[in-house]
Structure formats: C-alpha cells, structure tokens
C-alpha cells in the first residue's frame, strides 16, 4: 500500500498571516517530498478560510518546483465548477509543467456553501451528473477532436490544448455504489474517505468498489485510496490531545457542511465549547476509536489491516487546526517509524 499526504491551506484566526500558512503548508509538502511519500493531495474550495485552495493547479506547480519525486494530485477538481474544455487543457497543462506527475482527483462537491456562490440553485444531484458529464468529454478532449452535446455542455469539435503525453489518472471520489460504478465503467480509479466513521463504513467502501469491478471487468487492473485523518503521537497523552483537536475540527466540518451559520471575511461564526460538548454526532472518543491516532504501532497495525481489506494507497489527512508545528511533528514520526514498515 502507497502512503501519501492530503493538506490545504487552512486558516482559522483572522490574526494568521496568510504568506505563513502558506510556506508552512509547502514546508509539509517539501517534508513529504524527501520522506518518500508517493503522492501530495489537495483540493479545490472557495470562499473559505477553513480549507483555502481556489486553484489546486497553482499548488501543485509550485509544490513541483520545491520537490523532486512526489506526485502531485488533485483531490479534488470540484466538476460542476468547471468547463470540460478548461479542465482537460489545464490538466494537461499542469502535468507538461510537472513532467507527468499528475494525478487528477474529481467529485460533485460537498458545501451548499460553495454551490450557493458559483452555482446558485445547483442541488448534489445535479453536480453529481455535471461530474458524471465531465469525465468522459474530458478522457475524449485528452484522445484529439471532440464534439460534445450533453445536457449541461456543449462545443463544436475541439481538443485539449495542450495534449498529455499520457493521460493523467483520474480518480473519482466516491461514496454510494453507483459512483463507484461509474468510475470502474470509466476506467477511473476511486477516492473515498469514511471521515469520522470507523471500520465498518472504512469496508463499506471497499466492498463497493470490489463489487463493481467485479462486475464490470476494468480493462486495466484500478487503484482505491483511502483518506482519513491521522496522527502519529509521542504517547497517550499526546494522542488524547490529538483526538480532541479533530474533534473540534470536525464540527466545525459540520457546521460549515450544515450552512447555517454566519460567515464573515471567509471564516465562520467561533462555536461555543458547550456547542462543541453537546454535538453528540462528533465525539473525543470517535476519534481515537475511528480514526488512525496513536503510537507508531497503533498506528501500523491500522495501516496493516486496510492493506489487508485491499487499498492501495492511503492518504494521511492532515488538516486539523493544530499548530504547524504539531502537525510537523507528526508527519515527521509518519516518515520515520511507518513508512518503512511499507515498502
């Protein structure tokens, strides 16, 4: 099983000085980078704070300028905010600049938040047909002239300008088992994250996505990653303090999935802490049950055992509201004390 690093950019206090967020963002990837890690996820939102990457592209042309192995994926493009045209030549684009490291990562979206701003009236469905429209014109506009006249796009016959050497993978994020569907059918590799939930939805998802390659035969043999929130700790205490501080993270997850709440200068209204201890959805101690928090052979044995139910890569999710240095320290004991236990 691959390991790799998913990370945005987030900033949670209008005191925090975006120019340093952002360097210490690329500190981590730089530190991923010479750790051996396969691949550096991030992806696409807009007018917030909490996870602030407008353009994952820009990223990972300059996280390709300070590295040297990694790959560089999307994770993920958000479809319905895209033209198919725009997407396959800026794809292509940015796997020319970063000599073939692409990986491009697509969903539906998942703020009403985000929908409400560039596409007023979109409901979930809808992006997941927009999503379900893209791909394919875009795999099309990749192999030369292409004309489309779908429901939500159409254009005389034209080509991704640039053209990829190779296609970039793509990878669908997927949670029902049509999505998985469609990315086997597709020839897509998939993308899931249980968030908060633990084993069972962690094997849900890839019973799904099992049983649609099962069932459609892929002509080449796809890839499934798993994402999920991660920290590798010093000791008990340490990753008590971790499960706390994604569980503050989480429902500030919810709060800004729900809508509902005042939003000003891209950072929402602070929660309470007796809103935060009385969420019982999000809880300290689903994360430490849930989630992969723990010493280096917690941590391991975790890993071991999604290897075993068949994923192929793992993504350590770092985003957490902790502090940079924190967050370092963690990534730093990923590299030294996991990675090797997977090569």
């Known amino acids: 099983m691959k390991l790799s690093l998913f990370l945005h950019m987030e900033r949670v206090s209008a005191d925090d000085s975006q120019e340093k967020l952002y360097e210490e963002m690329m500190t981590l990837c730089e530190i991923a980078d010479k750790g051996g890690l396969h691949t550096i996820w991030t992806g696409e939102h807009h007018g ?42 800026e794809a292509a684009m940015t796997d020319l600049v970063t000599k073939g490291r692409l990986e491009l ?31 394919p014109a875009v795999q099309a506009l990749w192999q030369g002239d292409y004309a489309h006249q779908g429901e939500f796009w159409s254009f005389p016959s034209t080509t ?12 669908v994020a997927a949670r ?11 020839g897509c590799n998939v993308q899931v994250t249980p968030l908060h939930q633990g084993e069972e939805e962690i094997t849900r998802l890839i019973s799904c996505f099992k049983a649609a390659c099962q069932e459609y035969s892929p002509e080449k043999p796809l890839k499934i990653m798993l994402l999920q929130h991660g920290y590798i700790a010093e000791n008990e205490a340490d990753a ?8 503050r ?4 997850f919810g709060a800004w999935f729900k809508n509902e709440r005042p939003v000003e200068q891209g950072l929402i209204k602070p929660l309470s802490e007796e809103e935060i201890a009385n969420n019982s959805y999000y809880t300290v101690e689903g994360m430490r049950n849930n989630l992969t928090i723990g010493n280096v052979d917690q941590v391991v044995a975790r890993l071991k055992n999604y290897e075993a139910m068949g994923y192929d890569e793992y993504a350590l999710w770092i985003d957490s509201g902790m502090t940079f240095e924190r967050k370092k320290a963690s990534l730093e004991r990923f590299i030294q004390h996991v990675v090797p236990e997977f090569h």
């Open 48 to 89: 917030m704070n909490f996870t602030i990457a407008p353009n994952p592209f820009i990223n990972l042309v300059d996280i390709a300028n300070r590295t040297q192995h990694v790959r560089l994926g999307t994770g993920t493009i958000i479809a319905p905010f895209t033209h198919p045209v725009r997407l396959a030549g």
């Open 105 to 135: 990562g697509i969903a539906r979206g998942a703020y009403s938040y985000e929908y409400e701003r560039l596409m007023p009236g979109m409901t979930a469905w809808e992006a997941g047909q927009r999503m379900r429209e893209l791909i």
């Open 160 to 171: 991704s300008a640039p053209q990829p050497k190779q296609p970039p993978p793509i990878w």
């Open 176 to 186: 029902d088992p049509n999505s998985h569907e469609f990315a086997v059918k597709n």
């Open 240 to 247: 008590q303090l971790a499960a706390e501080q994604l569980n």
């Open 249 to 252: 993270f989480y429902n500030y």
